[in-house]
């Protein structure tokens, strides 16, 4: 179901995202803090780790957590657009007025999640299996769990994922900076 043929998407890499994937960011399932600057291609290196992901194991799914509605809207036009012309689909949830159990339901159908904390611990709320369906998670700007304001949900929000029927979950924190994280398995 993957669509290889006519449009081939050619990837150019940056010192970094060789390094990168050098490291095992698409050949181990092992989770991994990747520190790369502002604007070096972290979301790129994440958009074929993605793709491996959904195609070695097409009945998982990813999520990727963002802090910020703006970023997951930003992701919505950019990462979402390019991985549907690979075959993959995603849904990208954050605040609204559409119920927490429709947006669950609509979860079951796609590749990728992108999702703010606070509106996925809304769905799981309402839905305590939405952990299930994830084997991935993509934590974009991991820096933000050291903060007092945002990280506070986010760290709680990847402690019920991380406990969720003691399954092993692989999870891929992106930072412009590494936070004082101890242990990230």
Not at 70 to 93: D, F, Q, R
Request: glycine share 4%.
């Amino acid at each position: 179901n993957f669509k290889l043929k006519n449009e081939l998407p050619i990837w150019d890499f940056f010192p970094s995202q060789k390094k990168a994937l050098e490291n095992g960011l698409v050949s181990t399932t092992n989770s991994m803090a990747l520190q790369m600057p502002t604007s070096s291609g972290k979301t790129s290196v994440c958009e074929i780790a993605i793709f491996n992901h959904i195609k070695s194991e097409p009945e998982k799914k990813i999520l990727f957590l963002v802090p910020y509605r703006a970023l997951a809207s930003e992701l919505k036009y950019g990462l979402c657009l390019n991985l549907s012309k690979l075959g993959l689909t995603s849904k990208v949830i954050y605040g609204g007025n559409i119920s927490e159990q429709e947006e669950s339901d609509s979860i079951e159908n796609v590749n990728l999640v992108i999702s703010t904390p606070e509106k996925l611990m809304a769905i799981q709320n309402v839905s305590n299996k939405i952990f299930e369906y994830f084997s991935t998670i993509i934590c974009d700007e991991g820096h933000l769990l050291d903060q007092d304001e945002r990280g506070l949900n986010y760290e709680l929000l990847i402690s019920r994922i991380k406990s969720f029927n003691n399954e092993k979950k692989r999870f891929l924190f992106l930072s412009a900076i590494i936070p004082n994280i101890k242990e990230i398995n």
